[in-house]
């Protein structure tokens, strides 16, 4: 009885560990396609990013009276008006208060300055496009700057889901008009909201003297 008891057992124990191996055999070819798939969205990421620099390259060449900078982050930037006297640049902490149109590679317009103006920009405290977030950061007040931003600092894979399209790199050409802190923001709004608008009277004009009539002298 003892026999048959282990002969059971034993076999129970074989047939769990056959069934384990089984799953894990199973998983493998996931992996292996897991693998393979990241390693063909690299090689596609590469590819568009190559083509899209091309793509900027040729626009870049096709104005050379225009000076181009490199910028570290991966896009390119030229100044349309400078600002040579300040030295100050938004950071952390201040309020962002700019201009700006966006235009693909051909110049055709998506979205002029009129209807996206005004810009008020919590410095890396908001969510917006990844180029324009680093791009105003090197500007000082006054300036006037284009950016050439590839998709990847743009808007990326899916657009803006209403006018740019999926992996479009474009010209943003921002015009920042002020910056100040927070803390300055703050007390002039509330300024202005605790303070009345103040209606001047309306001045009401003398009534016009009539002219005195011609007094007759008499005739002898």
Request: charged share 25%.
């Given at each position: ?81 400078r600002n040579t006297t300040d030295t100050l640049t938004p950071k952390k902490g201040d309020v ?55 998709s990847n600092m743009a808007y990326g894979y899916h657009g803006d889901d209403k006018k740019i ?56």
């Amino acid at each position: 009885m003892k026999n048959s008891t282990q002969i059971a057992v034993v076999f129970f124990l074989f047939l769990l560990i056959s069934s384990c191996k089984q799953h894990q055999e199973a998983r493998r070819p996931i992996s292996q396609a897991s693998g393979s798939f990241m390693k063909k969205s690299i090689a596609r990421n590469k590819k568009l990013v190559s083509t899209e620099e091309s793509q900027i390259q040729n626009l870049i060449k096709s104005n050379p009276n225009v000076v181009y900078l490199a910028s570290k982050k991966g896009y390119w930037y030229s100044y349309v008006t400078r600002n040579t006297t300040d030295t100050l640049t938004p950071k952390k902490g201040d309020v962002a208060f700019f201009d700006y149109e966006i235009k693909d590679l051909k110049g055709t317009i998506f979205y002029s300055e009129l209807e996206l103006r005004p810009q008020t920009y919590y410095v890396d405290k908001q969510n917006i496009m990844m180029g324009l977030r680093d791009g105003i950061k090197l500007m000082r007040k006054n300036e006037k700057v284009t950016f050439l931003f590839p998709s990847n600092m743009a808007y990326g894979y899916h657009g803006d889901d209403k006018k740019i399209g999926t992996n479009q790199p474009i010209v943003c050409i921002v015009t920042l008009r002020d910056f100040k802190s927070e803390v300055v923001y703050k007390k002039e709004s509330q300024l202005k909201v605790s303070t009345p608008t103040v209606v001047p009277p309306i001045k009401k004009e003398a009534p016009a003297l009539s002219k005195p009539k011609d007094t007759l002298t008499p005739q002898n």
